[in-house]
């Protein structure tokens, strides 16, 4: 089975790599490296093609006899699409458009990354795909555009595809100077070296934290069992933790109780977030969420 991974050398992506090349796929990595990191492959027997998802001849290329196209290629930050919005446009919305299109052409699976900022201003827990959208940022505006397409080309053109949403993944590969700026690994190099874990606000917002594991078990499965789903699935398992609640377990698990430097609660920060893991249970009935404290731990380890 040929699968294509856009975004590879990224976080995700990386870790897809790995995985999909235990299952026995022969992989092939477009990335530009804006964000990835061509360490992240190392070891692994997968092809890594540095080019852009703008450039429409490399992705055509690239898609040609695939089984399934996964795209992860992304610029993942909100703070970069307020700065630079066209830009995100151009490469969250565009580059999705040139993925699909080639796969269309291929007659590849697609499997298409979006994210649980398209709830945005909705504040019903827990999110349920069925929800209105209101994204907040031009970052999710894009995603929820992509999504669209997505299921747009799988309606007109019998694309078989499937829209996962990611809350907040973390695990291996994921730096704390990322542009996603993700907590967990924030925490854990911070505590890692003496300085304290920085909490905007009262520490009790809490989020639908997902082990990377778990979420490239479930993009495996989707790959080689070229799951469809004509509506997006989210990929997390209905779980609520407070970052006071993961600053506890961090001191368990590291033998210390670690310093906290409380600041002021940002602006545009969601309260909380929280997964209805229904579809997921029902396409994947054998996922299992890793638990908090092991994918802590394994974190920690990889640090
Ligand atoms: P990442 O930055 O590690 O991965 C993104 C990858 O895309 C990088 O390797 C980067 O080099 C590559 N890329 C960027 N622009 C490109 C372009 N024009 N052409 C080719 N490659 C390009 O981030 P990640 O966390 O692994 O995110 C993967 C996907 O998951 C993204 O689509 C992101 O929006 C989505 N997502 C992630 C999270 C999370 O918690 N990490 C949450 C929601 C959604």
Known sequence: MKVVVTGGAGFIGANLCRELARRGAEVLVLDDLSTGRRANLDGLDVELRVQSVLDRDAVVYACAGA???V???AVPSVTRSLM???HSHDVNVTGSLEVLEAACAAGAHVVL???SSVYGRNPALPKSEEMACVPVSPYASGKLAAESYALSFQHCFDLPCTVFRFFNVFGPLQLPDHPYA???PTFIWSALRGQPLTVFGDGEQTRDFTFVDSVVGVLADSVLRSVSCTRPVNLAFGTRTSLNDVVALLSALL???LEVARRPQRAGDVRHSQA???SLR???PQARPVSLEMALSRTIEWV
């Open 182 to 184: 993700a907590v967990i």
């Open 71 to 73: 795209h992860l290629a």
């Open 84 to 86: 630079n919005p066209r």
């Open 282 to 284: 029902r396409l994947f």
């Open 255 to 257: 033998g210390r109780k």
């Open 276 to 278: 209805s893991g229904t």
């Open 67 to 69: 089984d399934t196209v």
């Open 113 to 115: 990354a979006s994210s």
